[in-house]
């Protein structure tokens, strides 16, 4: 385990398990954002995210989601993913534990083909759960977009006395629209399950107060903590792959170097297309004026 702290965001390198075990308080964390490994058979960085059986993955989420909730404060609240097929089992375990106030879909486009003979999977699910139904954060106004029928339709809502144009802004539904990370955008960092900003920024604007400590155990590109740091929060990131931490300790700042190896974000192949032009074009303009210079 090595731990690197700064400026009360925190990154720990070991098994979240182990961790959530030793390493964090109880009653500690005001909200828990958790991805973590979907047993899809994905790739990170050549560690296969398969368990020998479904039995020997649930039985080892259920470790850590209890450890989880042992985190959380009396108001705290967790938002948990997991693939669609999963999903069932989490809610059958978590709902006897904490309250799900919310079952929600984030929802993405994707123009290569998902199946050819079933239907594709074209969302991922996030439970919504607090431990204390009467007791929660949840900042309805620091989240609202736009709401069509009064921003764009003006439509008359005759209920009201006197009748007037529906609101034209609202606590967004249970199905949330975020692109998914593309290796082209800014944000793209060397991973096989980014989550995008602007889905975390919902979750912790909504769910947290300026101050209060925010924890990622699967952290992976540390955008939990990322988004964290953004927005005045406390942040605990937990990462087993060392290649990750490293991205971790760049975007939130804690250090220009790890073991001698400095840190920087990776070179994307068309960003070395562009150095190259541009360094091309460099050389023609400032290779002719040094040739007028010789001449005479």
């Excluded at 006395?161 to 949330?176: A, F, I, R, T």
Aim: glycine share 4%.
């Amino acid at each position: 385990m090595e731990k690197f702290d700064y400026q009360n965001h925190t990154i720990i390198q070991g098994d979240s398990l182990d961790i959530l075990s030793y390493e964090i308080s109880d009653h500690s964390v005001d909200l828990i954002f958790v991805d973590p490994p979907y047993n899809i058979g994905k790739n990170f960085n050549g560690h296969k995210d398969k368990w020998v059986t479904e039995d020997d993955y649930l039985n080892w989420c259920y470790k850590w989601i209890d450890l989880c909730i042992d985190k959380l404060k009396s108001n705290g609240s967790m938002y948990i993913m997991t693939s669609t097929q999963f999903m069932p089992y989490f809610d059958l375990f978590i709902r006897k534990r904490m309250t799900i106030l919310s079952r929600l879909v984030w929802y993405y486009d994707s123009s290569g083909v998902q199946a050819k003979n079933y239907y594709g999977s074209m969302y991922e699910p996030i439970l919504f759960c607090v431990k204390n139904p009467n007791d929660y954060t949840f900042n309805a106004q620091d989240i609202l977009v736009e709401a069509k029928t009064g921003s764009k339709r003006k439509l008359i809502d005759y209920r009201k006395n006197p009748p007037q144009v529906y609101n034209s802004e609202k606590v967004p539904g249970n199905v949330w629209e975020f692109a998914r990370v593309r290796y082209r955008m800014d944000e793209y960092e060397n991973h096989p399950t980014q989550k995008p900003i602007a889905l975390l920024e919902r979750i912790i604007k909504a769910s947290s107060n300026i101050g209060d400590t925010v924890l990622d155990p699967f952290s992976g590109t540390f955008t939990t903590s990322f988004v964290a740091k953004q927005l005045d929060r406390k942040s605990i990131g937990i990462e087993l792959q060392e290649d990750y931490v490293k991205i971790g300790l760049r975007r939130l700042q804690l250090t220009d170097e790890y073991r001698g190896e400095k840190l920087q974000k990776e070179i994307r192949t068309f960003e070395t297309k562009k150095t190259q032009i541009k360094n091309l074009q460099l050389f023609n303009l400032f290779g002719k004026q040094s040739d007028k210079t010789l001449i005479h």
